[in-house]
């Protein structure tokens, strides 16, 4: 019959490689995936089965009806990426033919892509356009980072961070035709938009610390000016 040091070494030895088991299981778990999407449906479903660190991959092609990024999140160390060419183009208007595009051509919502809840992203190298909005960041959506993309042909704003959204960074974009729409946009084609008008029924919005760095920005403005 063993000792009872003996026997103890065995269970502290068999509990050891237990916990290592466990450990590469965990850690297998958490590794991150690479996704690569050539439309909104395999876009959204990439999304949906998002974790911290994981990488979507765009094909070029057009990524029509609008896309809603909704409480999913990387973490400070593992953001999650969205990449891709300028090819891969983010849409959400039925007539792309002219920059004058009324309201009832936005069958998604009037942005291309909206932010919901959603932080520590990166988006890289694609290209926002032909909607009433380009991009929309906000409740609460912080330290996403949108980098080299090309914004262009709205009828307001290319790029709103707003309703206590912080810590945004906005850099190396091109941005151009906005306020391209109907009278009542006229006075609406800010190219990047911070914060939220005031106004009685709206409480203050605490969007702070976001910064836009090394932008081109050009043609601005509403033709009906």
């Given amino acids: 019959m063993p000792a009872i ?19 590469a299981f965990f850690v297998q778990e958490v590794s991150a995936v690479d996704y690569t999407v050539n439309d909104m449906k395999g876009l959204k479903n990439a999304i949906s ?8 991959t ?24 969205l990449q891709g060419g300028k090819g891969a183009i ?13 309201e009832a051509d936005f069958p998604g919502g009037g942005s291309s892509i909206s932010m919901v809840g959603s932080s520590y992203w990166v988006f890289k190298g694609f290209t926002i356009a032909f ?3 380009g991009l929309i960041v906000q409740e609460g959506s912080d330290y996403n980072t ?8 709205f009828t307001r704003n290319a790029c709103k961070i707003r309703r206590d959204s912080s810590f945004n960074v906005v850099k190396n974009c091109e941005i151009y035709n906005c306020g391209m729409g109907l009278e009542n946009d006229k006075n609406k084609g800010e190219g990047v938009y911070i914060g939220t008008a005031i106004a009685p029924d709206k409480p203050f919005d605490q969007s702070n610390g976001n910064q836009i760095l090394n932008c081109y920005f050009h043609d601005i403005t509403s033709i009906k000016n």
Avoid: M, W
Wanted: charged share 20%.
């Fill in 5 to 23: 040091r003996e026997i103890i070494f065995i269970l502290n030895k068999n509990l050891f490689t237990c916990l290592v088991v466990l450990s």
């Fill in 49 to 56: 089965a998002a974790n911290p660190g994981d990488v979507i």
């Fill in 58 to 81: 765009l094909e070029d092609g057009q990524y029509d009806g609008g896309l809603s990024i909704t409480d999913v999140s990387g973490s400070a160390d593992n953001p999650i990426t």
């Fill in 131 to 133: 909607s009433q909005r």
């Fill in 90 to 102: 983010f849409t959400n208007a039925k007539d792309k033919s002219i920059p004058i595009i009324a």
């Fill in 146 to 153: 949108f980098d080299d993309l090309v914004f262009h042909d």
